[in-house]
């Protein structure tokens, strides 16, 4: 059996090599580094993947989701509510724009964000909403935009882990997550589901006007060239990255039919087994693309389980070991720990195994025949 990665970043590049060897050839050989062809190519082609009108890229995820709230004109002190259980990018821009985060709990069944306390958080100051798609699996989008209709909300969908998925809204017609708000913000960081070789980051938006002010954000606020209307950032996706993504693009659906399979094989083998709880599908399964497969671990010592996985040659990950309302830096007075009950109990009992598409079965099998081990 081959070695078990978290990530297999080494078996996905052999597997495209001759593909991508020439075209990082031909920018090295064109030496056009910043903007060249392949970065409109790829542009383009995301676009038509996506079916979304607009997609701006830009250099890594953070970024795009600080440039996305740029873009909605946003004052200091506004409220912006998202997901206490996530990574802390998406909290961390909202503080950085002077914004005010308002954190709130998750669905203990898909770990996203909780449409009944969003509601519950909204008051004359909210202006919008995050959700994050998290490990791969679609938020409540139906139910979201219905309340930011209601509420007069802008919607920035965190899709950093969710690219590729495929929402099926109530009406029966389908989306892509990330296009489906009033802009979507996606990472192209190496392990993400479409990971460039370096970092990377692009903004979606079906809005004109909302597009054509973000493109000149990313270029230091210029609309003509030297003419700077606002305060701006300098935020690129390179041609080597545009080069890798426009290639890997072609396999994404492929990528993600290999991890959805991984996820079947875990949880064939271990649904219905004592203390361990597999993550949850809706009835549209296309809408998880499996970012991470993450298990809840009952009433045993999740950690204990981490460091025999690890010492049995299995990497995995906890994905995440603290709530953002309990960071230094995004702590509040305001927060009640009652309102923060199912965090605060997944922070204790999810794990992470190894999903990429590479897995093999044999893989899956002996990762899974080690958990079974340790929880007897
Ligand atoms: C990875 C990630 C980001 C940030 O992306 P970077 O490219 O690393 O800046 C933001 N939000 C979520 C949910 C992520 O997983």
Redesign the pocket.
């Known amino acids: 059996m081959k070695k078990i990665q978290m990530v297999d970043l080494k078996g996905q590049y052999e597997f495209i090599k001759p593909e991508i060897d020439v075209e990082l050839q031909k920018v090295l050989e064109t030496t056009s580094f910043i903007n060249g062809p392949a970065v409109a190519e790829f542009q383009r082609d995301l676009e038509n993947y996506l079916d979304v009108r607009h997609v701006i890229p830009c250099a ?4 795009a ?1 600080q440039i996305a709230l740029m873009g909605l004109k946003l004052k200091p002190g506004d409220e912006i509510i998202t997901a206490d259980f ?2 802390a ?2 909290v961390e821009v909202i503080g950085l724009l002077n914004l005010k985060p308002i954190l709130v709990d998750v669905d203990p069944k898909t770990f996203n964000i909780d449409i009944a306390e969003i509601e519950k958080a909204i008051t004359p100051k909210t202006k919008a909403i995050i959700p ?1 798609h ?1 490990f791969g699996q679609a938020a409540p989008m139906d139910e979201i935009m219905e309340l930011a209709h209601k509420h007069q909300l802008y919607v920035i969908e ?1 899709n ?2 969710g690219i590729g998925a495929t929402y099926t809204k109530k009406d029966g017609s389908k989306a892509k997550t990330g296009t489906i708000g009033h802009v979507g913000a996606t ?3 190496p392990s ?1 589901n479409l990971g460039a070789y370096g ?1 990377g ?1 692009a903004i979606f938006t079906n809005d004109d006007n909302l597009a054509h002010f973000i493109r000149g954000i990313v270029n230091h606020g210029m609309y003509i060239r030297y003419y700077h209307d606002v305060v701006g950032v300098n935020s690129r996706l390179d041609s080597m990255q545009a080069a890798v993504l426009k290639i890997k693009l072609k396999y994404l659906d492929y990528y993600n039919e290999r991890r959805k399979e991984a996820a079947k094989n875990y949880t064939r083998l271990l649904f219905d087994y004592p203390n361990i709880i597999t993550p949850y599908r809706h009835a549209a399964c296309d809408s998880h693309v499996f970012h991470q497969y993450t298990l809840r671990i009952l009433n045993q010592d999740r950690d204990a389980l981490v460091k025999f996985l690890n010492e049995n040659q299995i990497p995995c990950g906890v994905y995440y070991p603290v709530p953002l309302h309990a960071q230094k830096a995004y702590a509040s007075k305001h927060y009640k720990e009652a309102n923060f009950k199912i965090t605060n109990q997944l922070v204790k009992e999810v794990i992470s195994l190894p999903m990429h598409s590479e897995l093999s079965l044999d893989q899956v099998e002996y990762i899974a025949n080690k958990i079974k081990e340790f929880l007897g």
Do not use: E, P, R, W
């Open positions: 890594n995820g953070t970024d989701l996530t990574f990018a998406t994050v998290l965190d950093a882990q990472s192209f960081f993400k970092d980051g």
